[in-house]
Nanobody
């Protein structure tokens, strides 16, 4: 059973918006830090955004600051990524991830700090 399932990806024009969703299964997301990563063809997986358990700590990759927003709805056991002003370079497979704890505050952007992953959803930005 895949612990996290992403949805909401698709094809969008530059400047458009998408909202990705991530549903947790088998565990209570409220007790976990959550994050989004992405991987473009031929590139390594990279950090996009993270949100702490209590919601007090957020961090974004410089490339998405001001355009993307991570949020969570603990009652629904869901995590979201609102993506606005999409650019061609945002094209990638987007992955949701969760972890009960960060090793350090500096590693919260590292994929190795996250124990649970989804299978990804494709986002394609094209004119």
């Amino acid at each position: 059973q895949v612990p996290l399932v992403e949805s909401g990806g698709g094809l969008v024009h530059p400047g458009g918006s998408l909202r990705l969703s991530c549903a947790a299964s088998g565990f209570t997301l409220e007790h976990y830090h959550v994050a989004w990563f992405r991987q473009a063809p031929g590139k390594e997986r990279e950090f996009v955004a993270t949100l702490s358990r209590g919601g007090s700590v957020t961090d974004y990759a410089d490339s998405v600051k001001g355009r993307f927003t991570i949020s969570r709805d603990n009652a629904k056991n869901m995590v979201y990524l609102q993506m606005n002003s999409l650019k061609l370079e945002d094209t990638a497979v987007y992955y949701c991830a969760a972890t009960p704890t960060w090793t350090t505050m500096q590693t919260k952007t590292a994929a190795r700090d996250y124990a649970y992953w989804g299978q990804g959803t494709q986002v394609t930005v094209s004119s």
